[in-house]
């Protein structure tokens, strides 16, 4: 401020600016002292934001360096991208990023709607008691631990004692090695994500659902719409803004997808399809040593994700609505 | 917001009777299909719950759906007596507890100054804390970081490195802006600080945004296996889903490589075994998910969401 209104001195307003600067300054001094004890509470969360966040994004230079344990990030040498001429070079990469985008997609086709269409039905129940009660249960699978899931999964699906393959043989079938063929496993790998997150994601339509005016459910009985007409016309356009942000909101993690479930799920058997790019990082970075090169894969991970939830909040503003923040 | 709901949909009925054949048979229908999805939801816990309880016979011949066939008591007793699990236990409640107070302190000391209007500089700091959301170093790096600090092998490096959640002091901070103004204006002219305010009026009164943000921390923390896995060798320090992890893989590995052929009656206590592990993993869970689940089937918690 001050450089600039030396710069200029003919300007006749220069008291009024550097008044005007002044007071304002003397006057945010004033609002920052008033709240002194404000920003001593926010200090703990930004330190830790600082130290565990930010300090990891100055860690990424090791995919650019040698890195050496003992020489630190900073001191060891450069390697001329040596990680990333690798990278195009790695047998396995083409196939972990098509598993991670298959999964991706098949869960956004199959998963997307899945919370949509349960949300309408339970929108429909009147009784209160049956409702409640059902969400509780549709809740419940969202707070297990995909450990536990998975190991469910495979106890359900063993295909000596698990009750599906029981069933299967009762009626006559063959039974089904499910965890061991590539496209049974990710049929699986998709229910079993629509099965944890079919009744949680019920939530924010149904809250969608909430704001609708009940005025229109009523002009439209009146002019005799029934059940079916009501849905269509007054509940599927009055969530649409909520899906359309949620859907930009899913196109924009296209390319991470969590460990956990693929971790608890995939076996040896099936990993042309199961192997996916946080399973990989871990398996040849912590696993195997290899910081380097798996911190330059992450990394590329991480510019591709960024670059994608910006484009889905800049979509999401330019379509009148309010992005994420 | 089920009330708001059913008060949209309720007075249709006397309207129009002529769709009252329609809407019963859609009434059936829509209640069909919701018991069905919910059932097929909860099945696999009810049947596990089963499992840890039935005879290995009753297993093997597939006799077990919902509930125990030849009650008994031994594979959950063989759970109670391993050391492993027990001390596997008392980790994670450790790490779930000490976690969950220092992720629920931390928050509120972030959420409450942003969610501050007269805070100079409130732009900044959420911007500065919504990039992290956005961007990471990845795996690698915050494992090194974490190398680097000395938290490796300790349960610090479970519960630090995720001390805070972005997406959480959002919500709460949502749900303190949405506190009328006037309040706070009251109490200053009382002489009450800021400090004092947040404690004594602010706290008080989100109990139920409270109790949410808390069970979903607590419920991370206790599910969590990945930072569990990276982050600890020792075996003392396992926390329960470590272990719950390695009795399951125990036999995942057999049925997926059918190498357990001639030792079919071995397998099946291993499965009434991993079905009372997983029974004793998640009690706490199903012990504490009736009490809260109100506030967010009740939607205090998606208030503050959409605000």
Redesign the interface.
Known sequence: MEAQTNKSPALPYKADIDAGAAKSRSA?WK??RK?L???L??A???V??F??????????L?AFKDYNMFEG?LKSPWNHFAYFKEMIHLPDLHKIIRNTLMLNVLGLVFGFPAPII?AI??????S?Y???I????????H??????????????L????G?IN??LQ?IGLQPVYF??ENSWWVTVFIGSGI?AG??WGT??Y??A??T?D?HL??AA??D?A???K?IMHITIPGIMPTIVILLILNLGHMVSIG??QP??LM???VMDVADVL?TY??DL??RQGG?GL??AI??I???I??GL??GANYAANKMGREGI? | MAQQAETANRPMQPVRRRYSMWDVSFNIFNYAIISLIAFICIFPFVNTIANAFSSSHAIQSGKVFLWPVGIQFDAMKSVFWDDNVIRAMLVTIYVTVVGTAINMVMTILTAYPLSRRDLAGRKYFMNYMIFTMMFGGGLIPSYLLNKELGLLNTLWSIMIPGAVSAFNVIIMKSFFQNMPEELREAAIMDGCGNIRYLLRIVLPLSGAVMATIGLFYAVGHWNSYMGAVIMIDNPDLYTLQVRLRNILLLSQMDTSLEVMQQQGKLQVIEESLKAATAVFATVPILIVYPFLQKYFVKGSFLGSVKG
């Not at chain 1, 130290?51 to 990424?60: A, D, S, T």
């Not at chain 1, 039905?121 to 009147?126: K, M, P, S």
Request: proline residues 5%; contains cysteine.
């Open positions: 945010l609002r920052i709240n004890d404000l920003y509470c926010l703990p969360g930004l830790y934001f130290i565990f966040c930010y300090i990891p994004m100055f860690g990424l090791i990030v349960l039905l339970l929108n429909e129940v009147r209160k049956f409702k409640r059902t969400q509780s249960l549709l809740y419940l699978p707070f297990m631990s995909w450990v536990l899931m998975g190991g469910m999964i495979y106890a359900l063993s295909p000596k004692y009750i029981q069933a009762w965890m061991g099965w079919v009744g939530i924010i149904l809250a659902m909430t609708l009940p459910y009523e009985s009146m005799g029934g059940r079916w009501k460990f956990e971790y608890a076996n040896p058997l946080s990082i871990y970075g912590i910081f798996t911190t992450g990394m991970q991480s510019l994700n960024l939830i910006l923040w």
